[in-house]
């Protein structure tokens, strides 16, 4: 991979075992808690999952929402639920917020696979729903949320989870963690560098200052630019300008970008550039 060039491709081998996985325990569910990343609402999907999970009553969670303006991510719910077609509920698994409207709605999405069950004569059992989603989107933590326990293991990196693992939330529920899975190939570069962004590609699979770059200029063209802009004390923003006001500077005194890549990308992931939406909203 050339340093400064914009390319990135991850598929390591555990997520296609991964999604062996998903597919083989798909018939044990009654319905798919979908877990995105509220700042990318749209690049933190899958273009083909009917494909991927047949067409399972689906619930869609919008998480990290702490991390986003409020008012714009309410737009995007009320768009996702008439495009989706189903239930959305914005959630912030890290936060003090509860989350008793997943569990609630989960289990209403799958009583008539329940109700269907019974009339067979069968006894009622819990439901059963799995979460999936791209990697380090929070599946994980919202389930450790709702046991109000740390059963599953989280981190602020792709790939964390690497088995699946049922959780009983309660009589009536009981959830599937999964590893996130990332398509195949990544056709969409903007989209994988999206990804890149809220890591949720590892960083083994990229270089810190193409993909730097791409977030400034997204930055530097948005409503976000001034906010960004005064963080960083300078009125322009690239790579070389942020680091020669940081006066960071290696041999020969030229800037040191990667450095200043590097810090770019966790301030952007710690919120501290803004409560910043990345995907447009489709009009
Ligand atoms: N700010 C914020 N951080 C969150 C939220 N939910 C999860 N996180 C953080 O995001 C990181 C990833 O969380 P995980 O729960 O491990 O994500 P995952 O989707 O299970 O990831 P994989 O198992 O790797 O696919 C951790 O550092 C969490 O603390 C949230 O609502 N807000
Ligand atoms: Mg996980």
């Known amino acids: 991979m050339k340093k400064d ?26 319905v798919i808690i979908e877990v995105r990343d509220s700042r990318i609402p749209l690049s933190s999907s899958y273009s083909n999952i009917e494909k991927l999970l047949g067409d399972k009553p689906r619930l869609l969670l919008l998480n990290k929402a702490d991390l986003v303006d409020k008012a714009e991510l309410s737009n995007w719910c009320e768009y996702l639920k008439t495009s989706t077609n189903c239930p959305v509920i914005v959630t912030e698994a890290k936060g003090n917020n509860e989350l008793s409207a997943v569990v609630k709605t989960a289990v209403e999405l799958s009583e008539p696979k329940i109700q269907a069950l019974m009339a067979k004569g069968l006894l009622r059992r819990p439901a059963r729903a799995m979460v999936v989603g791209m990697p380090n989107v929070g599946k994980s933590s919202v389930i450790n949320k709702l046991t109000k326990s740390s059963k599953t293991k989280i981190g602020a990196k792709a790939g964390v989870t690497r088995q699946q693992q049922w959780v009983r939330i309660n009589p ?25 962004f809220v890591s949720s590609v590892s960083e083994n699979a990229y270089s810190p200052e193409p993909v730097a770059k791409v977030l400034l200029e997204m930055l530097s063209g948005g409503k976000y630019a001034e906010f960004v802009k005064d963080y960083y004390k300078t009125e322009e923003l690239t790579l070389e300008s942020i680091a020669t006001n940081r006066n960071w500077i290696i041999k020969g005194e030229n800037p040191d970008t990667e450095r200043t890549a590097i810090y770019i990308l966790k301030d952007f992931r710690e919120g501290r550039l803004g409560k910043i939406i990345l995907d447009e909203l489709p009009v």
Do not use: C, F, M, S
């Open 172 to 196: 009536k529920l009981e959830l599937l963690d999964t590893p996130g899975i990332i398509p195949t190939r990544q056709d969409d570069q903007l989209q994988a560098t999206k990804l890149a």
């Open 5 to 30: 060039k914009l390319h990135i491709h991850w598929y390591p081998g555990h997520i296609a075992k991964a999604e062996r996985q998903l597919k083989e325990k798909l018939n044990l569910v009654d």
